[in-house]
Structures are given as structure tokens and as C-alpha cells.
């Protein structure tokens, strides 16, 4: 197909919103229509016009591969920033680079990591699991003894509560997606299944709860409803097929896909069944959000509907007008993203995207859309929708359930700790991108 005939097939399609936004059946009508109306530009040149010749690298041996493979000293920028840098005394914090990846697996070593007191030094030979509390025969596992058990993979986000904190700003922040909601990532985990474990130990009929505590030297615990253990909680061993990470809770540590992230309670050492809530500093006061009125809402666990737009978005200029994708991530403890809209007008008109296929329950949920931009100024926005019918709501829905002085949204007629209207991407005529409130 020549440019003449794939500039006059991609007009045809026309529109879906204002601003230049294209419906996602663009994507359907052939890949040969969307390349060639993108090489129309100058992102490719014909090889009639340029001479094939052997590079530098192309004219002697490379470099051998080691035991470990490591990624090119190119991608050496793509890194998680850091508070606390130093490691001193206190919390610290590792925020994952969304706006320098791809796909919906984040890679090991750029996981988010919030940490109270570093990450312990765990032997694994000489780590145990202990079940106890309110069942037939208490149980001690070893790691290996562990690995006897049947093995499940599943693919999951993990949250934390205060993901995208920086959105209560009462003014927007000069922040890229990472500064915004680097404390989400999506990883494929496996393990054993929580129910298992439990089943074998015998559950006493009063256990209603349990709780989950670390081997970290805060010993940082959380107490979890025994309903959500026995539907789909795990003890992950495994991080995208290796064994964990240190920061992410090796050899062991609590998965309760979709709740927040500090209830799946890392470097596991004990699960205590219980007839009530431990009633913690952890949920009595931690993770327990002030409501307008002054009272505390305790035990809300789930992480809501969310998106966010990585490609355009802060560091990451336009390069001329022209056609563009735009990309992003949606996720929601309620099962699977069911549909996202997309604007390029600040939410006055919108636009479905494409979602990415496989689209898993409880996992990111890459959708992407095509977008002609025409070098004008334009805000970008999502929002996402899940098989529960939930939906992302818009600033304005939340500003007018909640009003500008409260910190607690009220999404789907529950408050959550996290901000989940859209993040506003603002592109001048120069294609810088930057935060706005819109």
C-alpha cells in the first residue's frame, strides 16, 4: 500500500473524539493501514534512499554473556528513583519507572519496594513458616518442604495504599508517572496456595481471621479476613519465574492479590489463626483513613479501578505532529479492566481503546489507541472500567462525593485510601509534556 492510498484508508476511518483521538477499531481494519499512515511521516525512510553499510559494532566479536544476564549498558537510565538513597535509619522507598516500560510484567529488578528497616538477610536454609493459632495441628514449614506442594502461577498487581499520594496535591506537581504512581507494579508469581496449607493444618470453626507477620526487624504484621485467605492468597516463592527479590520479601512472602500492598506481608515467618482482628498499629491507626466526620474507616482492603496514560507523559516529548499511540496501564482488584477511554481534550469527549490481550483478573491491563496530533495543545486522559461495573471516576465526580477538603474519596460508594481520577497530561505546541488538574 502506497502513502497516496493508506493516507485516503486511514482518513476513511475517521475520527472517534475530538482532537484527533481514533476509536480502537483502527487497530482492526489492518496493521498495514496504521504503518503505513505512520511511515507517511518521518519515522521511516524507503530503502531505495539509504545505503545498507556494516556498523561499528558489526565488525568485530561481541561481548560474551555471563552467568547472569544483564540488560544493555544503553537501558542503564531505566531505574527506580529512590527516597532515602542513602539507606539511613528509616523508611525507603523505590518508586518503578512506568513511563520506561512496555507490556505488563514489571521486570524483577525495577519492582516498587517500600521498606521500614531494610531488607533482612534471610538464610532460606534455616527460614521457617509457622501455623498456628486457632487450628487442629500446628505446622512448621521449611522452604524446601514447601516446594513439595503443588506449584500455581497467577498474575498479579501489587499496590500500595498510598499509590499516587502525590495527586492531593492542592497544586499540580511537576511529576512523571513514575513520581505519580510508581508504587504499583504487575508481576507473575508463584507458590503454594494459602488454602492448601490451611486445610492441612485444620481450620477450628471460630477462626474468622488471621494474621500475617514478617521476619523483618518490625516484625511488621497485618490481619487479614480468613474468607480472602481461603479464596485466592498465596505464599509466593517465586517473582516472574526466579526466586524473589530480597526487597519483595525472599524466600517468602503473603500474596492477597488485589488488596493493599502491605497486607501481602513480606518475609513471612508466621500465620496465626484468630477469631477477631488482632487490632494492630497497623489497623488501628496506619491504615485507617480519617473520614470527613472524624471517624477512622478500618478493614477496607480493596485496590479500585485505576489507569494511567505512560506514553505520551512527562519526559517523553513529542517529536512533531503527526500520528502517535498513545499507551497505558489499567488494573482493579475487582477482576478484569472491561474498557477504557481515552481523551485528548481533557475529558469533554472520549474516545474506547484497544485493550491487550490476555486481559487477566487482577493484573495490568495494557491499552493502547491511536491519536493524529496536530502540533495544537491538547490534555490527555483515561479512564477504566471492570467486569464488576466499577469505574474510575473523573476529578470532578470526586470533587463533587467529596469536596476539596477532604483527603478521602468516596469511589463506588466506599472510601480508599488512593487517588483514582485521571492523571492529566498537558502538551503544548512544542510537544513538552507535563501534570495538570483538569
Given at each position: 500500500?502506497?502513502k497516496?492510498?493508506?493516507?485516503?484508508?486511514?482518513?476513511d476511518?475517521?475520527p472517534?473524539?475530538?482532537n484527533?483521538l481514533?476509536?480502537?477499531r483502527?487497530?482492526?481494519?489492518g496493521?498495514?493501514?496504521?504503518a503505513?499512515?505512520?511511515?507517511?511521516?518521518t519515522i521511516a525512510?524507503?530503502l531505495?534512499?539509504q545505503?545498507?553499510s556494516?556498523?561499528?559494532?558489526?565488525?568485530s566479536?561481541?561481548?560474551?554473556?555471563g552467568?547472569?544476564?544483564?540488560r544493555?549498558?544503553?537501558?542503564?537510565?531505566?531505574?527506580?528513583?529512590m527516597?532515602?538513597?542513602?539507606?539511613?535509619?528509616r523508611?525507603?522507598?523505590?518508586?518503578?519507572?512506568h513511563?520506561m516500560?512496555?507490556?505488563?510484567?514489571?521486570?524483577?529488578?525495577?519492582h516498587?519496594v517500600?521498606?521500614?528497616?531494610?531488607?533482612p538477610?534471610?538464610?532460606?536454609?534455616?527460614?521457617?513458616?509457622?501455623?498456628?493459632g486457632?487450628?487442629k495441628q500446628?505446622?512448621?514449614?521449611?522452604?524446601?518442604?514447601?516446594?513439595?506442594?503443588?506449584?500455581?502461577?497467577?498474575m498479579h498487581?501489587?499496590e500500595c495504599?498510598?499509590n499516587?499520594?502525590?495527586?492531593?496535591?492542592?497544586?499540580?506537581?511537576?511529576?512523571?508517572?513514575?513520581?505519580l504512581?510508581?508504587?504499583?507494579?504487575c508481576a507473575?508469581?508463584?507458590?503454594?496456595?494459602l488454602?492448601?496449607?490451611?486445610?492441612?493444618?485444620?481450620?477450628?470453626?471460630?477462626?474468622?481471621?488471621?494474621?500475617?507477620?514478617?521476619s523483618?526487624?518490625?516484625?511488621?504484621?497485618r490481619?487479614?479476613?480468613?474468607?480472602?485467605a481461603?479464596?485466592d492468597?498465596m505464599?509466593?516463592l517465586?517473582q516472574n519465574?526466579?526466586?524473589l527479590?530480597p526487597?519483595?520479601?525472599?524466600?517468602m512472602?503473603?500474596?492477597?492479590?488485589?488488596?493493599?500492598?502491605n497486607m501481602?506481608v513480606k518475609?513471612?515467618?508466621?500465620i496465626?489463626l484468630l477469631?477477631?482482628?488482632?487490632?494492630s498499629?497497623?489497623?488501628a491507626?496506619?491504615?485507617?483513613p480519617?473520614?470527613?466526620?472524624?471517624k477512622?474507616?478500618q478493614?477496607?482492603f480493596?485496590?479500585?479501578v485505576?489507569?494511567?496514560?505512560?506514553?505520551p507523559?512527562?519526559?517523553?516529548?513529542?517529536?512533531?505532529q503527526g500520528?502517535?499511540?498513545?499507551?497505558?496501564v489499567a488494573?482493579s482488584?475487582?477482576?478484569?479492566?472491561?474498557?477504557?477511554l481515552v481523551?485528548?481534550d481533557?475529558?469533554?469527549?472520549?474516545?474506547?481503546?484497544?485493550?491487550?490481550?490476555?486481559?487477566?483478573?487482577?493484573?495490568?491491563?495494557?491499552?493502547?489507541?491511536p491519536?493524529?496530533?496536530?502540533?495544537?495543545p491538547?490534555v490527555?486522559?483515561?479512564r477504566?472500567?471492570?467486569?464488576?461495573?466499577?469505574?474510575?471516576p473523573?476529578?470532578s465526580?470526586?470533587?463533587?462525593?467529596?469536596?476539596e477538603?477532604?483527603?478521602?474519596?468516596?469511589?463506588?460508594?466506599?472510601?480508599?485510601?488512593?487517588y483514582n481520577g485521571?492523571?492529566?497530561?498537558?502538551?503544548?505546541?512544542?510537544?513538552e509534556?507535563?501534570?495538570v488538574?483538569?
Amino acid at each position: 500500500m502506497n502513502k497516496k492510498d493508506s493516507t485516503r484508508v486511514w482518513k476513511d476511518l475517521g475520527p472517534a473524539a475530538e482532537n484527533g483521538l481514533f476509536d480502537r477499531r483502527a487497530f482492526f481494519k489492518g496493521g498495514s493501514v496504521l504503518a503505513a499512515a505512520i511511515t507517511g511521516y518521518t519515522i521511516a525512510k524507503p530503502l531505495q534512499a539509504q545505503t545498507l553499510s556494516d556498523d561499528p559494532w558489526s565488525g568485530s566479536a561481541g561481548t560474551p554473556s555471563g552467568p547472569y544476564e544483564t540488560r544493555s549498558r544503553f537501558e542503564n537510565d531505566v531505574v527506580r528513583t529512590m527516597t532515602n538513597p542513602n539507606g539511613e535509619p528509616r523508611s525507603q522507598q523505590s518508586r518503578t519507572p512506568h513511563h520506561m516500560l512496555d507490556g505488563t510484567f514489571t521486570p524483577n529488578g525495577l519492582h516498587f519496594v517500600i521498606s521500614r528497616s531494610g531488607s533482612p538477610d534471610i538464610d532460606p536454609e534455616q527460614h521457617r513458616l509457622v501455623i498456628h493459632g486457632l487450628v487442629k495441628q500446628p505446622l512448621v514449614f521449611t522452604l524446601e518442604s514447601l516446594m513439595r506442594y503443588p506449584m500455581v502461577s497467577r498474575m498479579h498487581f501489587v499496590e500500595c495504599g498510598g499509590n499516587s499520594a502525590p495527586m492531593w496535591s492542592p497544586e499540580p506537581l511537576d511529576a512523571d508517572v513514575q513520581g505519580l504512581h510508581g508504587y504499583v507494579s504487575c508481576a507473575e508469581w508463584s507458590g503454594v496456595m494459602l488454602s492448601t496449607l490451611l486445610e492441612e493444618a485444620g481450620i477450628d470453626p471460630t477462626a474468622k481471621w488471621l494474621i500475617a507477620e514478617g521476619s523483618d526487624s518490625l516484625a511488621l504484621h497485618r490481619s487479614i479476613p480468613l474468607s480472602k485467605a481461603l479464596d485466592d492468597a498465596m505464599i509466593a516463592l517465586y517473582q516472574n519465574g526466579e526466586k524473589l527479590m530480597p526487597g519483595n520479601g525472599y524466600p517468602m512472602r503473603l500474596l492477597v492479590p488485589g488488596w493493599e500492598g502491605n497486607m501481602n506481608v513480606k518475609w513471612l515467618r508466621r500465620i496465626e489463626l484468630l477469631d477477631q482482628p488482632a487490632m494492630s498499629i497497623y489497623e488501628a491507626r496506619t491504615y485507617a483513613p480519617i473520614l470527613p466526620g472524624g471517624k477512622a474507616y478500618q478493614f477496607y482492603f480493596l485496590q479500585e479501578v485505576k489507569s494511567f496514560i505512560t506514553r505520551p507523559s512527562p519526559g517523553l516529548s513529542m517529536n512533531g505532529q503527526g500520528l502517535y499511540e498513545i499507551s497505558g496501564v489499567a488494573y482493579s482488584a475487582n477482576g478484569r479492566i472491561s474498557k477504557v477511554l481515552v481523551s485528548a481534550d481533557g475529558g469533554q469527549t472520549w474516545a474506547e481503546a484497544a485493550l491487550q490481550e490476555p486481559v487477566l483478573s487482577k493484573a495490568f491491563t495494557r491499552f493502547r489507541i491511536p491519536w493524529q496530533w496536530d502540533g495544537g495543545p491538547a490534555v490527555l486522559q483515561s479512564r477504566a472500567w471492570d467486569e464488576a461495573g466499577h469505574v474510575q471516576p473523573t476529578r470532578s465526580e470526586i470533587v463533587a462525593a467529596r469536596g476539596e477538603a477532604s483527603r478521602v474519596p468516596s469511589l463506588n460508594g466506599f472510601p480508599s485510601q488512593h487517588y483514582n481520577g485521571p492523571t492529566s497530561w498537558q502538551i503544548d505546541q512544542a510537544g513538552e509534556v507535563k501534570h495538570v488538574y483538569a
